[in-house]
């Protein structure tokens, strides 16, 4: 409570920026100043929220069985993150005061937040005598208040890449979409969830045994309390859903659901042998895990804002896949005249949309690359099917069969060189995500050492945990930039393997943090500030790995584009060159901050 005050009292005015130039340096400055604060401002919303829709999962059986480890690790996390928050809040707001936007509107969102979470954590107290349903009503705010700052900042879940900025005004954005869309999936469970009540009322009004009855009353009152849980939870964490701590409280929450539902039809079973009863039960749970197990897809599916899994990915799979089967099913010339078809179609299908790319590309040259693609694979597809009828004809030749290999090898090559495209954006696109959500990580884990410091019994411990976080936070901005750029620049050589360059540099520190964090968890002595960092170091190492893997990949993609990349970086180099000469003749140019 006292963190929450003293967050809304900071939020009172925004920083006094130092003077800054006009020049590019002075411009690249604030740009990136802009970008760091508002994932800085987005990652800690994202654990307010997840720590929210903790509390609620955890508080929502019987007090005695309540963990509280865990609903204090949820509060600190909470506290934590809004006390970093409002810093980096204060900061955001005076860069886009200084820029013209509306620094105020900020500052008022950000209070916003505090105020809502400040409710929360009055109906949360164990002494607290309030319903449930005001618990429910304050994390449900809390999550409204966080998307309405995350609209403040322009940092709404979504791609900039899919959202119509000019069409915002007319038209729900992507983020909002996905919102809406998350809302009414978990409505449609708790709609389920309602019909399965009313079908296990019946049950209990034909039982004559008192003790059955008040078992299948109390099961279906459960199932009920659980779904309008999952609809609190997923209102808390809809704004913040691409990342994975918020979905991880969602799946929680699902879980509840299911085992209230299991609940349900077990204590009918046991106080009715009707079989129409039992079937109208069993109906009803069926529609209640179907509603779940769609939001649960649903989640998966589109939780990450990736593209849909697109043409080129579905028949660049099926090609790769079907030349390996022909070659297991020779000697059977009905299979393998069977995969030349499936292999033909799906030739045909990658043709067709290298065309439509290329017709929509406006680019000449590019346009020209990819109809001599698509023209290399209809190609190599002809010689692939003449070579397959001619080794089902004569399945005992070695020759056709070598004719059959070459053709197959020809073709998987010309398959790789036309999707390469597709595939390399797939890939930096997996690349930035995996960045964003080491980076939003990391900052999660300097919030938990900050906070666990009060609490550490090892100075050394604490000291060595402090210097990696320094390190990290040094390397948390390089990564943002990366992401930004590449995500600004989506064709850009440079842009894509300065992402690369960043995401390499990152794993080493982010490793030392790692092993800090964990080093320092058994010398905290208050439970809910080790489980806190226990966690966050965690969720840091587990990012940390999914990053290694997608900056190899993209790099194995993007590797021959370093020339064209340090030849672009020179001319951008000789040009802010040009201009900080300009600058100085002007009597214009004026140190960065840090800077002498």
Request: include cysteine; aromatic fraction near 2%.
């Amino acid at each position: 409570m006292q963190a929450v005050n003293a967050a809304q009292a900071n939020l009172d005015d925004f920083d006094a920026l130092p003077p800054l130039g006009q020049d590019a340096a002075a411009k690249a400055w604030r740009k990136n100043k802009m970008d760091e604060s508002k994932h800085e401002i987005h990652s800690q919303v994202d654990a307010i929220t997840a720590g929210t829709a903790s509390v609620v999962n955890l508080t929502a059986g019987d007090p005695a069985d309540t963990d509280y480890t865990a609903v204090g690790c949820a509060v600190t996390t909470i506290s934590s993150n809004l006390t970093e928050m409002s810093r980096g809040v204060k900061l955001l707001a005076a860069l886009m005061e200084d820029e013209g936007g509306n620094g105020r509107q900020l500052l008022h969102a950000a209070k916003n937040l505090a105020g809502a979470v400040s409710e929360l954590l009055k109906t949360a107290q164990p002494a607290s005598a309030e319903p449930r349903q005001v618990l429910l009503q304050a994390a449900g705010n809390v999550g409204q208040t966080s998307g309405e700052l995350l609209q403040q900042i322009g940092e709404c879940d979504t791609d900039p890449r899919f959202q119509m900025a000019a069409a915002r005004a007319t038209r729900p954005t992507v983020s909002e979409q996905r919102t809406d869309m998350l809302m009414q999936l978990a409505k449609a469970v708790a709609s389920a969830a309602a019909a399965l009540v009313l079908k296990a009322k019946n049950v209990a009004e034909r039982t004559d045994d008192p003790v059955q009855q008040a078992q299948v009353i109390a099961a279906a009152t459960q199932c009920a309390l659980s779904t309008s849980q999952l609809v609190a939870c997923t209102k808390v964490v809809a704004p913040t859903i691409s990342s994975p701590v918020c979905q991880q409280q969602l799946l929680e929450a699902g879980k509840q659901v299911a085992k209230s539902v299991e609940g349900c039809v077990e204590s009918s079973k046991e106080a009715t042998s009707d079989p129409e009863l039992l079937k109208a039960v069993g109906g009803a749970a069926a529609a209640v895990t179907q509603a779940l197990n769609d939001l649960l897809q649903h989640i998966k599916n589109n939780a990450s804002g990736a593209p849909p899994t697109g043409r080129y990915d579905q028949a660049t799979d099926t090609i790769l896949n079907v030349t390996e089967n022909i070659f297991s099913s020779m000697g059977d010339a009905g299979e393998m005249v069977r995969q030349a078809r499936i292999l033909a179609q799906a030739t045909s299908d990658l043709v067709g949309a290298i065309k439509a790319d290329a017709e929509q590309e406006s680019d000449l040259e590019n346009s020209r690359k990819l109809l001599s693609a698509a023209k290399l694979l209809a190609d190599a597809t002809a010689r692939m099917v003449e070579a397959a009828k001619g080794a089902a004809a004569h399945p005992d030749s070695e020759e056709q069969q070598q004719k059959l290999r070459e053709a197959a090898e020809g073709l998987r090559m010309a398959t790789n060189a036309a999707a390469q495209n597709a595939i390399k954006k797939k890939l930096v696109h997996k690349l930035e995500q995996a960045a964003k959500q080491a980076a939003a990580s990391a900052t999660q884990t300097i919030a938990a050492a900050q906070n666990a410091a009060s609490s550490n019994k090892n100075p050394a411990a604490q000291q060595q945990l402090v210097q990696s976080c320094k390190v990290v936070a040094d390397q948390i901005p390089m990564l943002v930039q990366g992401v930004r750029g590449s995500q600004s620049q989506p064709d850009s050589p440079s842009a894509q393997l300065s992402l690369i360059s960043a995401s390499q540099n990152f794993l080493q520190p982010g490793g030392k943090l790692v092993a800090s964090g964990k080093a320092a968890v058994p010398t905290v002595s208050d439970p809910a500030s080790a489980m806190q960092l226990g966690q966050c170091t965690k969720n840091l190492a587990t990012a940390l790995a999914e990053l290694r893997t997608a900056a190899q990949k993209a790099q194995e993609a993007c590797g021959p584009l370093e020339i064209d990349s340090a030849l672009n970086l020179i001319r951008s180099l000789e040009q802010d060159l040009q201009e900080a000469k300009a600058a100085a003749r002007e009597q214009k140019l004026q140190p960065l901050p840090g800077e002498t």
